[in-house]
């Protein structure tokens, strides 16, 4: 499968069996992440397996993990995340979202099915896992396998806006 073939093919899936996700491919999956690009290479994600039962009944108090089997918690360490040096910028949403992205994509080259889970409070998150005070929880990938039919890799003809909505060359705003 070529990377486009695999972009095309990931979609969000939101119901999943029961089965635990195989180790093997959970490893596949955090190795994607491992090898992301992050901020001067600050590799400031941490990231929390959260497959135990009751973990995963807590966190679906505080987020929609559509009874995923395992969840992958997504922080940034803000003592380890890159800060531009003259505005203070910090690069741990952007970090974390990349890591979210390979990882996301290895799940679909595995077979499994994922989504990517913003919606939920972070604080609460952090209090109930007792995380680290600089560690921030961006985000959250339920991970399984689908109970659902995949949905078509030509679904983005129409659910995607066509790329002259998106992409400007300089001369479009010249005066
Ligand atoms: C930054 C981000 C946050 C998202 N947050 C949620 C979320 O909280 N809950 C959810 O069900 N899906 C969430 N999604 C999934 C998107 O809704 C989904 O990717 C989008 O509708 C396109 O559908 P597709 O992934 O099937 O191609 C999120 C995706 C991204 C990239």
């Avoid at 972009?7 to 093997?24: L, N």
């Avoid at 910028?89 to 077979?111: K, Q, R, S």
């Avoid at 994922?114 to 998150?125: L, S």
Wanted: aromatic fraction near 8%.
């Amino acid at each position: 499968m070529t990377f486009i073939e695999l972009a095309k093919k990931r979609c969000s899936v939101r119901s999943f069996t029961k089965d635990p996700v195989d180790p093997a491919l959970l490893a596949v999956i955090l190795e994607a992440g491992r090898v992301a690009p992050t901020a001067a290479n600050s590799q400031s994600q941490r990231i929390v397996i959260i497959d135990e039962k009751e973990d995963l009944r807590m966190l679906s108090e505080f987020a929609q993990i559509y009874g995923a089997p395992l969840a992958l918690l997504i922080c940034a360490d803000h003592d380890a995340t890159w800060k531009r040096s003259f505005d203070g910028f910090d690069t741990g949403a952007i970090d974390t979202a990349v890591v979210m992205t390979h990882m996301m994509l290895a799940a679909a080259d595995v077979g499994l099915g994922a989504v990517w889970v913003d919606y939920f409070k972070p604080d609460k998150v952090k209090a109930l896992f007792h995380l680290p005070s600089a560690w921030h929880p961006f985000h959250v990938l339920a991970i399984g396998i689908p109970n659902v039919p995949l949905k078509s890799p030509d679904r983005h003809a129409p659910l995607r806006l066509p790329l002259d909505k998106t992409v400007f060359r300089v001369k479009d705003f010249r005066k």
